[in-house]
C-alpha cells in the first residue's frame, strides 16, 4: 500500500452501518479517525454541513473528499474504486477453501461456528450486509440464554468472536458469482479475488425492500430510511412514519417513540401480520398517545429535498384495503401528510443472485429450495455441495433462533458431503495405485 490517506468517519452510537464500515476499513488495515456525532452537537453540524445536508450515520471522507454512507463506501469497494482511493494494490487473488459461507447473519455465523469446530476451517464471506437484519435490532429478548435481553450486533459480534475462536475465517466482500460447471466450485467476488472450494454454504439473508414511489431515490438517507435504529436518532422531536404492517413495523414503531413526538403507522389492509406480542406493544403506546395508526393506508410519494430532508408525504386511504390498487374509486381519498421521517418495514427480497448461473432452485419470490423433510441432508439444494440456511431459504418464520438451527443443520449436512468426497478421493487413489501395480 502506498502513504495512506486521511480517512474520516463520522458515527454516532448503536449503528450497524457505522460498525460496518469501521469494519470495512479495518478489514484492510487502514487506519481513520472517528467522530462520534451523537452527543456532540456540533460534530454533527459540521457531518451536515460538510455531507451536504446528509443527516445520517456514517459519512465517510477521504482526504476531504465525501464518499458517503455505508452502502456508497461499500459500492466503491465492490468495484475496486475504493482501493484505488485508499492507495491499496492487489493482484488477483486464488485460493483454495474447503467450505466457503456466504453470509455472517445468525446463520452464516452458526455455521462457521459448527464447521470450525469440524476441522472444516470455513472462510466466511460477510457480504453487503455484514452481520444480516439482526444488527438492525437494538433489543433481541427471545434469543434463548439471555433472559435480560440482547443486542443485536452485540449478539452478531460474540458469535463472530465465537466462529473465529474455532478457526473461521471471515473476509469483507460480495460474491458476485458460483460456478458450479465442475469442482471444485469457482467463487469470484465483486472485487476481483477468486476462490475454488469444495463446497458451498448460501446464509446470504435478504434485503430489506423499498416502494420504488417518487421521492424514494432522491431522499434515501435524507429523512428516508429502511433502519430506524441506525437513523431515529437523528430526527428527534419529529412526527415519524412507519410504513408497514408486520413484526419489524411494530418494533421499528415502539423503538421510535424513544425520539419521536408521535410516530404514525401506515398500513395498507384492516389486519396487522405481527404477532401478538408486538401488536399489543404497539397498542399500548396508542394509549399512552405515542402512536397512531392509520389502517387501509398507503403511501404513494415523498416531498422534500436533500437540504431539508422531508417535508410531507402523499397518502391514499380506502376503508376496503389496498389503496393503491384503488386509485379510481370514489371512496379512495387522498392527502397531504406532514412528516420529518419516514421509515420503510415492508419486507425483504432474499439475495440469490450470486446463484443465477448455477442448478439451485428458486421459488416464485426468488428463495432458495432446499431438499426439507425428514433425516440428514435438510439443507442440501439441487446442486450437490451446495446447501442453503438462514432466511435465503426461509420465508416464513423469519427469526434468530430458526436461522441458528437452520445454520447447524447446514453445517453438518456440509461435513457429511465432505466426508464422502474424502472417501470418495481416496477409493479413486487407491484403486489408481492398484491398477499401476498390476
Known amino acids: 500500500m502506498t502513504d495512506q490517506p486521511r480517512v474520516e468517519i463520522y458515527t454516532k452510537g448503536n449503528c450497524s452501518h457505522c460498525d460496518r464500515v469501521k469494519d470495512l476499513f479495518e478489514s484492510k488495515g487502514v487506519d481513520y479517525e472517528e467522530y462520534n456525532v451523537s452527543e456532540n452537537d456540533e460534530r454533527f453540524e459540521e457531518m451536515v454541513e460538510r455531507a451536504d445536508g446528509r443527516k445520517t450515520a456514517p459519512e465517510v ?23 484505488e482511493l485508499l492507495g491499496i494494490t492487489d493482484d488477483e487473488v486464488v485460493e483454495h477453501r474447503t467450505l466457503i459461507i456466504a453470509g455472517t447473519g445468525i446463520a452464516g455465523l452458526t455455521a462457521a461456528i459448527y464447521a470450525g469446530r469440524a476441522n472444516n476451517e470455513p472462510l466466511i464471506i460477510e457480504g453487503d450486509e455484514p452481520g444480516g437484519q439482526l444488527t438492525l435490532t437494538t433489543d433481541v429478548a427471545n434469543y434463548p440464554g439471555f433472559p435480560e435481553g440482547i443486542g443485536g450486533p452485540e449478539l452478531v459480534n460474540r458469535m463472530k468472536e465465537q466462529a473465529t475462536q474455532f478457526g473461521a475465517e471471515l473476509k469483507n466482500g460480495i460474491i458476485e458469482s458460483v460456478n458450479d460447471s465442475s469442482r471444485p466450485f469457482r467463487v469470484e467476488l465483486r472485487n476481483g479475488d477468486v476462490y475454488t472450494a469444495d463446497a458451498v454454504i448460501a446464509a446470504s ?8 414511489i417518487p421521492g424514494e431515490d432522491e431522499l434515501m438517507g435524507y429523512g428516508l430510511s429502511t433502519c430506524a435504529t441506525c437513523d431515529g436518532a437523528f430526527f428527534r422531536d419529529e412526527d415519524m412514519l412507519v410504513v408497514g404492517g408486520g413484526d419489524a413495523a411494530m418494533e421499528e414503531a415502539t423503538f421510535l417513540t424513544k425520539f419521536a413526538d408521535t410516530v404514525y403507522i401506515a398500513h395498507r389492509r384492516e389486519e396487522f401480520r405481527a404477532e401478538d406480542y408486538w401488536v399489543d406493544r404497539v397498542h399500548e403506546k396508542v394509549e399512552e398517545g405515542e402512536i397512531e395508526i392509520m389502517k387501509n393506508t398507503e403511501l404513494i410519494e415523498l416531498h422534500g429535498s436533500q437540504e431539508d430532508g422531508v417535508d410531507h408525504v402523499t397518502l391514499v386511504e380506502n376503508d376496503a384495503g389496498h389503496p393503491t390498487d384503488r386509485l379510481d374509486d370514489p371512496e ?22 450470486y446463484l443465477e448461473d448455477t442448478g439451485v432452485q428458486l421459488d416464485d419470490e426468488g428463495y432458495l429450495e432446499t431438499k426439507g ?4 441432508g435438510q439443507t442440501e439444494t439441487h446442486v450437490p455441495g451446495l ?5 435465503v431459504v426461509d420465508f416464513h418464520y423469519q427469526q434468530a433462533v430458526t436461522a441458528a438451527g437452520m445454520g447447524s443443520k447446514a453445517a453438518l449436512d ?8 474424502e472417501r470418495a478421493d481416496s477409493s479413486a487413489e487407491e484403486a489408481e495405485a492398484a491398477a499401476a501395480d498390476d
Open 373 to 376: 423433510g425428514d433425516g440428514g
Open 205 to 212: 439473508g435478504a434485503s430489506a425492500r423499498t416502494l420504488g
Open 61 to 83: 471522507f477521504i482526504d476531504d473528499e465525501h464518499v458517503g454512507g455505508w452502502d456508497d463506501t461499500h459500492e466503491l469497494d465492490e468495484t475496486g474504486e475504493l482501493d
Open 332 to 353: 379512495t381519498e387522498e392527502f397531504d401528510f406532514d412528516v420529518g421521517a419516514v421509515f420503510f418495514a415492508i419486507g425483504h427480497t432474499p439475495n440469490t443472485d
Open 387 to 391: 446447501f442453503g440456511a438462514g432466511d
Open 414 to 421: 456440509a461435513d457429511e458431503y465432505l466426508e464422502d468426497l
